[in-house]
């Protein structure tokens, strides 16, 4: 990290995995410098494509967290926050309940004769499964959670946390995950419930049982944090029970990716972190950043990245993680894809602000820009960001609510015809550069297809009503026949390395089939 740092202090430009830019004028002497520089982020995470795909530009961009360095690289020898896997990043309530190696499958089983002897435990009744499915009658449930008031519950975790502490492939474990799995089945035992009124928030059971367990690791592991999640019913903050020191709150919750974190329409989001910065010494902070329902389709969060890290580090904000577009990390196909070209720019706009929160974010983002797509590409795409980002109304739900389709309301008709004459021009002007400086004009003209790929996403969904609107306004047509537009797309998709659409499963081929002949 500190020699990165001292490398952009003279001048070099790590920008993203394929291109770094240096000083015009090459340096004679090094400046006398004698600094000392703390990043402004404890915890630094990206799951994204560029980062997870390019070690050395997750280093060269300080990234500290598991998503990047789950798995230690010899080449890289830095500090790192690592958590204990076993169990896992996130929801892994259940999967403490098994032994170290996971016996009885996946996290969400819960070993049988635990939940026989033990039916207060848990926030359903037997006959309904832990895993997702249906009770002998065909009722289906979602999964349990954890009754986190009871203590024989506690005592059990406290004593799980140090099996799992103590295997061997958590030596160099940092923090324990000890989450709330992924559904709305939250305990309503009479004991649960009185913990909830008196503290206000359904998130005190929770914290306390954290608070009971990080007491009870201190002195044998004094090292590692306990992680908590702040998330879904149990996102507000308790009145009363404040977090223990070696706990970490880990707060995920969708703002309106619409507007800055700052924004008064976010003012909610804003309070509820105020909230839990009183409950909790150390609060990392969970953001969504993408469109999971399309990571193609144009996503205009640019100008807010930077920004929010800057907003949230005056909040004492401690950590960052940003769920960005992305792939499990398993996904053996995806290890090369970088996505659009919006998602380096999104990965560089993060990790650079999570380090020095003291940074320009416009500043930031112009730097990138036309360093990254040069003289030509680089005006074309701040133009088509500022377009797209224009119309983006009050109110807009960028998270998980509506406005994802390639129908959102800031995609008009006029937007999108606009933003493909912008891309085809700046692409004929690299193609005729080619004549002169062939392979800059190549390495650049490849890069613009890396973002107007965005564009042609939404052109190949909507083509008729597009060529509607564009007959009845007199707009030029932007985007050739439908099958040179599909060429240019599946030639960009190659390009990009990209096997997936969306957070799910939905894959490049599912696009293709989705288009009449």
């Not at 291109?19 to 990043?39: A, S």
Request: net charge neutral; charged share 15%.
């Amino acid at each position: 990290y500190g020699v990165y740092e001292l490398l952009r202090r003279v001048g070099v430009k790590f920008l993203a995995p394929d291109e770094t830019l240096y000083p015009p004028t090459p340096l004679r002497d090094l400046p006398v410098l004698n600094l000392t520089f703390t990043p402004s982020f404890e915890y630094r995470d990206i799951l994204g494509w560029p980062v997870m795909n390019s070690k050395p530009f997750a280093a060269q961009m300080g990234l500290n967290g598991p998503s990047v360095w789950d798995v230690p690289d010899p080449s890289f020898e830095l500090s790192a926050v690592r958590y204990a896997s076993p169990p896992g990043f996130v929801h892994t309530a259940l999967r403490l309940l098994d032994d170290v190696n996971g016996t009885h499958g996946s996290e969400a089983n819960v070993p049988p004769a635990l939940r026989k002897a033990h039916p207060e435990w848990f926030s359903l009744e037997p006959g309904f499964p832990c895993a997702k499915g249906s009770d002998p009658t065909g009722t289906y449930k979602d999964g349990c959670q954890l009754c986190w008031s009871d203590p024989g519950l506690q005592q059990y975790l406290l004593a799980q946390a140090k099996i799992f502490l103590r295997a061997e492939a958590n030596a160099n474990a940092t923090v324990l995950s000890i989450s709330n799995m992924d559904n709305g089945n939250k305990c309503k035992r009479p004991a649960e419930l009185a913990v909830v009124a008196e503290e206000g928030s359904d998130a005190g059971p929770i914290l306390r049982a954290v608070n009971f367990i990080a007491e009870g690791i201190a002195s044998e592991f004094p090292h590692v944090s306990i992680d908590l999640l702040a998330y879904s019913w149990a996102q507000l903050p308790p009145k009363k029970t404040k977090a223990q020191p070696n706990v970490v709150v880990r707060m995920a919750l969708g703002q309106n990716n619409g507007a800055p974190a700052s924004d008064d329409t976010n003012r909610n989001f804003t309070s509820i972190v105020r909230g839990w910065g009183v409950a909790s010494r150390r609060l990392y902070l969970w953001s969504y950043d993408a469109n999971f329902c399309n990571f193609l389709m144009p996503y205009p969060v640019w100008y807010h990245l930077a920004a929010n890290s800057v907003f949230y580090h005056s909040l004492g904000v401690r950590g960052l993680f940003s769920q960005s577009s992305y792939s499990n990390p398993g996904d053996v196909a995806q290890k090369a894809a970088m996505g659009p070209s919006t998602d380096i720019l999104n990965n560089y706009l993060l990790a650079r602000s999570m380090w020095n929160a003291s940074l320009d974010p416009r500043a930031l983002m112009e730097d990138w820009v036309l360093g990254y797509h040069g003289p030509v590409g680089g005006p074309v795409v701040q133009q088509f960001m500022a377009l797209i980002a224009g119309n983006i109304a009050p109110g807009f739900d960028g998270c998980f609510g509506t406005g994802l389709t390639v129908h959102a309301l800031y995609l008009p008709p006029a937007a999108v015809l606009e933003s493909g004459r912008l891309f085809a021009q700046g692409l004929a002007v690299l193609q005729r550069q080619q004549n002169g400086e062939k392979e800059a004009a190549q390495k650049y003209a490849r890069r613009l297809r890396a973002a107007a790929i965005q564009v042609w996403d939404v052109a190949l969904l909507r083509w008729s009503e597009l060529q509607d609107f564009a007959a009845a306004h007199a707009v030029a047509w932007p985007f050739g026949t439908k099958l040179w537009c599909l060429e240019l797309f599946t030639q960009t998709w190659n390009e990009t390395n990209m096997v997936k659409l969306n957070e799910m499963d939905g894959a490049g081929r599912d696009l293709m089939c989705s288009l009449p002949c």
